[in-house]
């Protein structure tokens, strides 16, 4: 190849003499993420909850001072703060906290893992369908409108009854449920991006279909579909709550929030704070999650200067 | 790049290209019977009024088209076809040995990838040069485009350069593969006066220097007079004029293009009204059968409104489509 630096003529002052200015050079990607997350306190604050409620949930046989599963008829409905029971007990005298620790299992597996799957089958499809348009886009969006038809939770329940209870059918059930609006999302920003003057230029210089799905649209449409998805999590905990309120999702004896929560439900008037705890740890969660997707999507894109 | 085109007359050959949109019972016919032929080194400048077929035309000469798009005609690249091509070669063509420099600097890159990844990717996609080469290369472009301090740029996100300097940039990524046929669409019109008459200089620098041939739409006359070697008047999806560039502006011999240098601006003309072409461009769905222009054309005959009249040759090279052309001298 030959050089292409060659003296471009006299209009133009010489580029050597400049040639060694210093501008601010761009900090990497990744790096430039990090230093946007770090003084974001609220997306720092929401992170650190997630992670202790993460943490305990993982670590529940360690932590928790007793065996969720087994109570005892003598302190029943004891308040917060009841001596060796830190967070009361429930109706059967069961100990509150080792059933948070480990309800917190249950319902983040409810709430991440219908939510995950239903991301790569609808982000997908969402994409594909905005990217490719014409009959491809008809195919499966109209598909996605039959599945839209049902309320949420009326399909879940429908899938659940088919299928049986147990924590796999109500996951199978959830992550169906949540296949079409990210479907709907992903075409909708796709089809927005697919359009843009870039996407022409990279075609311009020779791109195929699959580079400008992987370099143009992609990264363009990723960050909206995320934080969509995410806001989608506290959903699906407070949905797998409600199936196995109707005992269509895991069944009575497990620990898990939704659960609990339902059957602390008769207490309200006994002690409204007893009650109230899975409730305020499914927000806690939501939020955290909510609130860590929005200060992602800010600091994820590079348009915005910060 | 040692391509023999001595047995070819142009290395852009272009002949009865039509492009319509739409299905066929509500067809909008944009490109209407397009032939040139542009020589290595040539600089074709056209010139049209909005929804003449200006930029449809540019992209059907590397075979970019929307959906649903009827396309017939030739287009053919030192002597391939491009719109007979299957999409494999097509996609290698572009990029290599046809490019383009996009209208919007602001919207025409990826906003998440750096300009410099921008330019290494299609020098290493066309190439198939390590990364240390296309980046080398990429260097050497910025610098060929004169973007001060081009080794820190290159690590810029598009949002971080202002419009002239992403203009650049676009001219960079266009010469890239050094490509023997340069597409420009409006370039410089995004731009702000000082600006664009930089670029159109850069652009004719290196046009000079690499000896690439151009073809460039624009809407400002001045712009097409200052860079072409040939101007091409379009009208309703044809060429209304063909013409060198000093023909075509002093001596015009189609109605339309006298119109249209008639409405630019003069500096001894203050006072004065400016004269305009009365009437609008016709629907492009029910183009008349005669001339299209002559329902606004103060010099239209009777033959004009039964058919449309043949590209007639004055002088040399000098091609107009009208039966009642104007006088060779003003």
Redesign the interface.
Known sequence: MTSYAKDTGSEFPSVSSYRDLKVQESPGYWAMVRKRILRDPVTLISAAILLVIILSAILAPVLAPYDPYVGNIMTRMKPVGFEGHLLGTDETGRDMLSRLLFGGRLSLIAGVVPVSIALLIGGSLGITAGFFGGLVNTVIMRVTDVFYAFPSILLAIAICGMLGTGLFNTLLSLTLVFIPPIVRISESVTTQVRNLDFVEAARASGAGSFALMRYQVLPNVLAPILVYTTSLVSLSIILAAGLSFLGLGVSAPAAEWGLMLNSLRQMIYIDPVLAALPGVLIFATSMCFNLISDGLRSAMDVRLKV | MKHDIIAEPGILEVSNLHVAFGRPKDRVSVVNGVDFSLAKGEVLGILGESGSGKSVMLRSL?G?FP?RTHVTGHVRLAGQDLLAMD??TL??????DV??I?Q?PM????????VGRQIT??IR???GVSEQDAQA?AL??F??V?I??????L???P??MSGGMRQRV?IA?A?ACRPKVLLADEPTTALDVTVQIQIL??LR??QR?MGMSVVFVTHDIGVAAEVADRIGVMYAGRFAELAPTRAAILTPRHPYTRGLLAATIHGQQRGDHIETIPGAPPNLAHLPTGCAFAPRCGRSVAACTEKMPEMTVFGKTHMARCYNPEPSQI
């Open positions: 590397m970019l959906r999409k494999k996609r290698n063509i572009r990029g290599r490019s383009m996009f919007e919207t025409s890159f990826d906003p998440v990838f750096t990717e299609t996609r066309h190439d290369r050497e472009l610098e060929l004169a001060p301090s081009a080794k820190s740029r690590t810029n996100y949002h971080e676009m990524l010469l200089l850069l620098e290196l220097e």
